[in-house]
């Protein structure tokens, strides 16, 4: 399977997103990277939308529906999010979109910290699998794999795409 270029595909994705931006009226939205892959890609989109307030970030691992079945992840982080987030228009991004369970992890967080305008979803990778109804608003490349087969981002510097 060939992968796509990842530095093209943000570039992409930072066009689409722009444009979705423009078209439904978002003034001065709140980028939110969900760690670590949705934040490096938040970044390079914050770079190219020049945003005010860079970029947030989120670590589900609290909010994980799996935490008593896997337990806590050795490198939780904490969450840096303004104090309100009240009537804001989030800019939620992940890396990749499989399940819909880290999604819904993120969006309760984001609750407990107020309740946004609205939330719009952005991917860099869908790969489909959904056990939850959760689709992003933009995406930057829809991937079919084999079954069992996972892709995987490095990076951040520079990012790179692997499948296991």
Known sequence: ???????????ELGQRLAAYLQQNNIEQPLLVGIRTGGVWIAERLQQQLQTEDGVSTLDISFYRDDFTRHGLHPQVMGSEL????????????DDVVMSGRTIRAAMNELFDYGRPASISLVCLLDIGRRELPIQPDLCGVRLELEEGQLVKL???????????
Request: net charge negative; with cysteine; hydrophobic share 30%.
């Open 1 to 11: 399977m060939h992968l796509p270029d990842i530095e093209q595909t943000c570039t």
């Open 82 to 93: 303004p104090d309100s987030i009240e009537d804001r228009h989030i800019i939620l991004i």
């Open 154 to 164: 490095s990076g951040p510097q520079p990012l790179q795409l692997t499948l296991s």
